[in-house]
């Protein structure tokens, strides 16, 4: 069992900065990597960024880059997404995920509300 909690959130100016962390606990041998994702009121879930634990490589959603930065601690098994230049387009609550080596994302965190005011 891998029991992730998200923290960070909260209200922000439009331009504003606000940086997500997401803790991991339990088992996580085998881990290959961690992803941030969001849903927004009526909209479908998103995927956002995600990073491998092993070396670190990231890939961004096209809505994302440039603004946002995902890294990792691998000592505090820990994921932050640093989020820079915030829209109000990027409200939304924010889940981290863990994803094993078959793809599926098997586990889950309790999200984290962000709101960025215009």
């Known amino acids: 069992q891998v029991q992730l909690v998200e923290s960070g959130g909260g209200l922000v100016q439009a331009g504003g900065s606000l940086r997500l962390s997401c803790a991991a606990s339990?088992?996580?041998?085998?881990?290959?990597?961690m992803a941030w994702f969001r849903q927004a009121p009526g909209k479908e879930r998103e995927f956002v960024a995600s990073i491998t634990w092993s070396y670190g490589s990231t890939y961004y959603a096209a809505s994302v880059k440039g603004r946002f930065t995902i890294s990792r601690d691998n000592t505090k098994n820990t994921m932050y997404l640093q989020m820079n230049s915030l829209k109000p387009e990027d409200t939304a609550v924010y889940y981290c995920?863990?994803?094993?080596?078959?793809?599926?994302?098997?586990?889950w965190g309790q999200g984290t509300q962000v709101t960025v005011s215009s």
């Open positions: 995920a863990n994803r094993a080596g078959s793809g599926l994302y098997d586990y």
């Open positions: 339990g088992r996580t041998n085998g881990r290959y990597a």
